[in-house]
């Protein structure tokens, strides 16, 4: 099993970045693929981003490809969510998630999650 705990979320104008960070402990953290997701209020949760166990490959959803870059340091047991050019769309929960082995966009593959941190985007 893996633990996760993220950080970094808070309210940033259009146009700002973030940079969300997401701590695993537990288990060797180069075992797992690393994802992120947002969820709105009252929608599904959405992939965002995820990036292989060596970090070699990375995949995007289309609308942040360009200004979000998922980036790993497997020394330090942490993923990173790096958030550029952000939009009020960007607006979400955003959480980390773990999966053994071979990457995916879909959340219900990942059986490990994170507690979620806030992003808003807003002037």
């Known amino acids: 099993q893996v633990q996760l705990v993220e950080s970094g979320g808070g309210l940033v104008q259009p146009g700002g970045s973030l940079r969300l960070s997401c701590v695993g402990s537990g288990e060797s953290f180069s075992l797992y693929a690393m994802g992120w997701f947002r969820q709105r209020p009252g929608q599904e949760r959405e992939f965002v981003a995820t990036i292989s166990r060596a970090g070699r490959n990375t995949y995007y959803l289309g609308s942040v490809k360009g200004r979000f870059t998922i980036s790993r340091d497997n020394a330090k047991n942490t993923v990173y969510l790096q958030m550029n050019s952000l939009k009020p769309e960007d607006t979400a929960g955003y959480y980390c998630?773990?999966?053994?082995?071979?990457?995916?966009?879909?959340?219900?593959?990942?059986?490990?999650w994170g507690q979620g941190t806030q992003v808003t985007v807003s002037s």
């Open positions: 998630a773990a999966k053994p082995y071979a990457v995916t966009i879909f959340h219900c593959e990942y059986p490990y």
